[in-house]
Nanobody
Framework: QVQLVESGGGLAQPGGSLRLSCAASRFTLAYYPVAWFRQAPGKEREGVSCINVGDGDTYYTDSVKGRFTISRDKVKNTVYLQMNSLKPDDTAVYYC??????????????????WGQGAQVTVSS
């Protein structure tokens, strides 16, 4: 059974950093586009970032550009989201997802087939 498992969430102060990990089992993440989404209480799920297969091109939503970095570790079969200069508005449950289609990565949630269970990120002083 394919599983994506997020880890690394928690509490951070404004201006602080966290690194989320998305590890896969029975599934090779390097072969597929992977994205991070987030959902804050009372808000719709939002696409945050994604990374392509091959060239590793990345995309970031405007609100996280320059602060978040998505990357892959093919050996560890893991995708990371490094989050720096965190703001209270970044508070949300963060999900990683993998797209089984052969296409450039997107942050359209309906494109994604496998999802993790989510990791809570809380930014507060």
């Amino acid at each position: 059974q394919v599983q994506l498992v997020e880890s690394g969430g928690g509490l951070a102060q404004p201006g602080g950093s966290l690194r989320l990990s998305c590890a896969a089992s029975r599934f090779t993440l390097a072969y597929y586009p992977v994205a991070w989404f987030r959902q804050a209480p009372g808000k719709e799920r939002e696409g945050v970032s994604c990374i392509n297969v091959g060239d590793g091109d990345t995309y970031y939503t405007d609100s996280v550009k320059g602060r978040f970095t998505i990357s892959r570790d093919k050996v560890k079969n893991t995708v990371y989201l490094q989050m720096n200069s965190l703001k209270p508005d970044d508070t949300a449950v963060y999900y990683c997802a993998a797209d089984l289609a052969t296409r450039p990565c997107t942050v359209i949630s309906t494109h994604y087939d496998y999802w993790g269970q989510g990791a809570q990120v809380t930014v507060s002083s």
